[in-house]
Nanobody, 115 residues
Framework: QVQLVESGGGLVQPGGSLRLSCAAS????????MGWYRQAPGKQRELVAAILSGGSTNYANSVKGRFTMTRDYAKNTVYLQMNSLKPEDTAIYYCNAKLRVVDYWGQGTQVTVSS
């Protein structure tokens, strides 16, 4: 199993930046696919960015060019650098670790983009 602890959420103005962190422990971090998801009120949870165990990355079309996901193996931590934030980015952001069909989730951190 893996435990995930998120941090970095908060209130930011449109056009601003924020970096989310997710620290993993409890298992072999490198074996897991890692992802950031978000869920806005009344909407489905959606994948924002992912780094697979093999090293490949992918992003939702809505965040390409603005968000960057990185993975620090030495610190067992993944990050989501969010730039040029828009009000539409407002959501609860969740860190996810997946091994086969088993998912582990962080507690979620609120990101609010508002003037």
């Amino acid at each position: 199993q893996v435990q995930l602890v998120e941090s970095g959420g908060g209130l930011v103005q449109p056009g601003g930046s924020l970096r989310l962190s997710c620290a993993a422990s409890g298992s072999i971090f490198s074996f897991y696919d890692m992802g950031w998801y978000r869920q806005a009120p009344g909407k489905q949870r959606e994948l924002v960015a992912a780094i697979l165990s093999g090293g490949s990355t992918n992003y939702a079309n809505s965040v390409k060019g603005r968000f960057t996901m990185t993975r620090d193996y030495a610190k067992n931590t993944v990050y989501l650098q969010m730039n040029s934030l828009k009000p539409e980015d407002t959501a609860i952001y969740y860190c996810n670790a997946k091994l086969r069909v088993v998912d582990y989730w962080g507690q979620g951190t609120q990101v609010t983009v508002s003037s």
